[in-house]
């Protein structure tokens, strides 16, 4: 069984080096990922942007390290780095979100594949850290000069925060600023976010996904029992309310491509590392882990091949399109991207059947 899904994340993997990667503007020692196949030539030549796209494939690479550590993909995790820096112009942007998923990205690549990024880490463990305003409502905004306080900035930049020096007093003021600001009191779930004191009563996966990892890193560094019983909690919470037979919805393609793969990768967190041997703890990590291969077994099931390769649905309990290089195009509108006509044509869909594949591999 390791086999098979070390072989499937391989084939996953492989799709998207072969489809997606591409040298920033020609520049030797870079590499980007293309955010649409097949691609129009302003996205070939990253006219477009989409920073925390990049982190979630530096991530992925990270991922493919572990299962099977590679001189040539460290040098293209290296590469990576690099042309994030160069597009960007730097490390940071306004969106505290994008720069929490880049710093756990940058963080994993350290500690995980010798990839050492500390100037990065510094610099963006700084934002996280002055952004916190629990006077103005918050937890820490979505973007600077904003009152929408959410947990897609907040999840991750906690997890980042708890894993990088160790910083666990104010990651635990983020996750207890959660519990008690953002939780459904009807089904346990995590709700978006609040802005100007009212709720955003919207319930993504990947909210669901970054306090699960919040509070998992919590339970292991702090012993505290209210992590464990917040993850207990969720978990259950998840299997009743964002599965179908044991597989994790999904919200289609642009930006909610992503979404069902975060709440995936933390899931697996769960089941490898939450603490605890009583029935309740044992239970959260079976569950965690049966949505995982399931999600996983389902969205190999209704995988399209091209040359041989996968290619992914932003569903995965259904069939998936081969898309063409016609049609609505993603953009970018208010701070989000929204799908392609096809959905399976954005790069975000293609690394959510990468990133689900590798976690998979852990849990076999």
Same mark, same amino acid.
């Given at each position: 069984m390791d086999q098979l899904w070390a072989n499937r994340a391989a084939s996953a993997e492989a799709a998207i080096t072969q489809r997606h990667l591409k040298k920033l503007w020609g520049l030797p020692g870079t590499q980007l990922g293309v955010v649409a196949w097949p691609s129009a030539r302003k996205y070939r030549m990253f006219g477009t942007w989409h920073y925390w796209w990049q982190s979630h494939l530096l991530d992925c690479l990270v991922d493919a390290q572990l299962r099977d550590p590679q001189p040539e993909r460290k040098l293209r995790i290296e590469r990576q780095i690099r042309a994030h820096?160069? #597009?960007?112009? %730097?490390?940071t942007n306004d969106y505290y979100d994008d720069m929490a998923w880049l710093a756990l990205a940058l963080e994993r690549a350290g500690r995980l594949a010798g990839v050492e990024k500390p100037g990065a880490l510094k610099k963006l463990c700084e934002q996280f850290v002055s952004a916190w305003v629990p006077e103005d409502g918050g %937890?820490?905004?979505? #973007?600077?000069q904003d009152q929408f306080f959410n947990a897609p900035a907040n999840g991750p930049a906690g997890i980042f925060l708890? #894993?990088?020096?160790?910083?666990?007093?104010?990651a635990q003021q983020m996750a207890d600023w959660i519990d008690e600001t953002l939780i459904d009191p009807e089904t346990f779930l995590v709700f978006d976010g609040i802005k100007a004191g009212s709720m955003v009563r919207a319930q993504y996966t990947y909210c669901q996904g970054v306090?699960? %990892?919040l509070e998992v890193e919590l339970a292991v560094r702090t012993q505290d029992a209210r992590h464990a019983e917040r993850v207990r909690r969720l978990v259950a919470a998840v299997d009743k309310e964002m599965a179908t037979d044991g597989v994790i919805k999904g919200a289609g393609g642009g930006d909610g491509g992503l979404f069902n793969a975060i709440l995936v990768r933390y899931l697996a967190l769960v089941a490898s590392t939450l603490p605890g041997d009583t029935p309740d703890d044992a239970t959260a990590r079976d569950t965690a882990r049966s949505l995982v291969l399931r999600s996983a077994q389902s969205a190999w099931d209704y995988r399209q091949n091209v040359d041989e390769l996968p290619l992914f649905g932003p569903f995965w309990d259904r069939e998936a399109e081969i898309p063409q290089a016609v049609g609505k195009e993603a953009e970018f509108v208010e701070g989000a991207v929204n799908a392609s006509a096809v959905p399976e044509r954005d790069l975000s869909v293609q690394l959510s059947g990468w990133m689900l594949m590798e976690a998979a591999h852990t849990l076999a």
């Open positions: 820096w160069l #597009r960007n112009t %730097g490390w %937890g820490i905004p979505w #973007r600077k708890a #894993r990088y020096d160790d910083r666990l007093r104010r306090v699960l %990892g």
